[in-house]
């Protein structure tokens, strides 16, 4: 809905955002991408309605961890991955993997929408102390 000057709120905002992602079948699980020779690249952007700090993900295999930039309102610079999926993404602080996304291998250009899983913390204390993730991906 539209505010009383006609401006989309925000809340409106990351609503149809996440709709057109949704729409564009940009939902990102379960397949796998083909593995020839270090896997297709995926240029993709990231997006969180909280902008979310300390995040790196590791471009291709043996790299090292780049730290990803999020905005407040608007997506990401672009970066690329190429490599096998599940594509993951650490903690920059201490590597521990908190996301993990598996694009499709007919989408090149996705836009990967971050939002935080509240029963984190219930899940690792489920599971002995074993980190779980700590963002779910679409």
């Known amino acids: 809905m539209a505010d009383a000057q006609r ?3 925000r809340r409106d905002a990351l609503r149809a955002l996440a709709l057109t992602a949704c729409a564009l079948g940009v939902a990102v699980r379960g397949r796998a991408a083909a ?6 690249a995926v240029r993709f952007t990231v997006f969180s ?3 979310i700090t300390d ?3 590791a471009p291709r295999l043996g790299a090292p ?3 990803m930039q999020f905005y407040p309102t608007a997506r990401s610079p672009r970066y690329e991955y190429r490599g ?4 993951r993404f650490v903690d920059a602080t201490t590597g521990a993997t908190v996301a993990e996304a598996s694009v499709p291998s007919d989408l090149r250009e996705p836009l990967l929408l971050f939002s935080p899983l509240e029963e984190a913390a219930a899940a690792a204390s489920a599971s002995g102390g074993k980190p779980a993730l700590r963002y779910q991906i679409a």
């Open 7 to 9: 401006h989309l709120t």
């Open 35 to 40: 593995p020839a020779g270090g896997g297709p």
């Open 49 to 51: 309605a909280k902008p």
């Open 55 to 57: 995040l790196a993900y």
């Open 65 to 67: 961890p780049q730290k």
């Open 84 to 87: 096998l999926m599940p594509l």
